[in-house]
């Protein structure tokens, strides 16, 4: 080729060879990655119908269900046991041979078995007042039990008057006192006289007369 040729084939040469600047930092920089996808976003809930569906699948399946009738069933045994306790002593008068299992069930518990407490019973069927000495009287009790089961002896309080009817003294006498049982049987009776000597009043020569009656302490 003439010397004009051979020039214009050499611009070419360096042209070609030379692609021209590199936007990114040159020849060895890499080549940029393909910019990812967004993220995907979280699911949508599902629908109201769905989730009352699983929900009613949840509490009817077996084990929800044998967890449901198990919790019901210690409700009731609980609820049982509260109502024996509470009736504890009537238990025992009316079925006596229920007292030990009543005894064990109250022994981590705290509580006893005693006999069975009914006031409006027991009646004062007679009694009687009499002087013995300056400041000694002895009285007599009888009381009738009138319930079909056994219940508490009572306590007795004894009020002593004066001609005017006016209070001068009172005395609790106990059933122990008394030499009376734990409990009176069942449409059972018992009668008791007590000594009683009064030291605290000024004149005992002026208690002449006397008022009677039962309850618990």
């Given at each position: 080729?003439?010397?004009?040729?051979?020039?214009?084939?050499?611009?070419?040469?360096?042209?070609?060879?030379?692609?021209?600047?590199?936007?990114?930092?040159g020849?060895?920089?890499?080549?940029?990655?393909?910019?990812s996808?967004?993220?995907?976003?979280?699911?949508?809930?599902?629908?109201?119908?769905?989730?009352?569906?699983?929900?009613?699948?949840?509490?009817?399946?077996?084990?929800v269900?044998?967890?449901?009738?198990?919790?019901?069933?210690?409700?009731?045994l609980?609820?049982?046991?509260?109502?024996?306790?509470?009736?504890?002593?009537?238990?025992?008068?009316?079925?006596p041979?229920?007292?030990?299992?009543?005894?064990?069930?109250?022994?981590?518990?705290?509580?006893?078995?005693?006999?069975?407490?009914?006031?409006?019973?027991?009646?004062?069927?007679?009694?009687?007042?009499?002087?013995?000495?300056p400041g000694?009287?002895?009285?007599?009790?009888?009381?009738?039990?009138?319930?079909?089961?056994?219940?508490?002896?009572?306590?007795?309080?004894?009020?002593?008057?004066?001609?005017q009817?006016?209070?001068?003294?009172?005395r609790?006498?106990?059933?122990?006192?008394?030499g009376?049982?734990?409990?009176l049987?069942a449409?059972?009776?018992?009668?008791?006289?007590?000594?009683?000597?009064?030291?605290?009043?000024?004149?005992?020569?002026?208690?002449?007369?006397y008022?009677?009656?039962?309850?618990?302490?």
């Open positions: 080729p003439t010397p004009a040729g051979a020039e214009a084939a050499a611009q070419t040469a360096e042209v070609a060879a030379d692609p021209g600047p590199h936007p990114l930092g020849p060895d920089a890499p080549l940029a990655e393909p910019a996808e967004p993220a995907a976003t979280d699911a949508e809930p599902a629908p109201s119908f769905v989730a009352q569906a699983r929900r009613r699948a949840y509490w009817s399946s077996r084990p269900r044998m967890l449901l009738w198990l919790g019901m069933l210690v409700l009731l609980g609820l049982a046991l509260q109502v024996v306790l509470s009736r504890r002593d009537w238990l025992a008068a009316r079925e041979g229920l007292a030990p299992v009543l005894q064990a069930l109250c022994q981590p518990l705290g509580c006893r078995v005693e006999p069975y407490r009914q006031l409006e019973s027991i009646v004062i069927d007679s009694s009687s007042f009499s002087r013995v000495g000694s009287f002895r009285f007599s009790v009888a009381l009738r039990n009138n319930a079909d089961l056994p219940v508490a002896s009572p306590a007795l309080e004894l009020t002593l008057t004066d001609a009817d006016q209070v001068l003294a009172r609790v006498v106990g059933a122990q006192e008394l009376a049982p734990p409990a049987a449409r059972g009776e018992f009668s008791a006289t007590h000594a009683l000597t009064v030291t605290d009043l000024p004149n005992a020569g002026a208690v002449v007369g008022r009677l009656f039962a309850f618990y302490p």
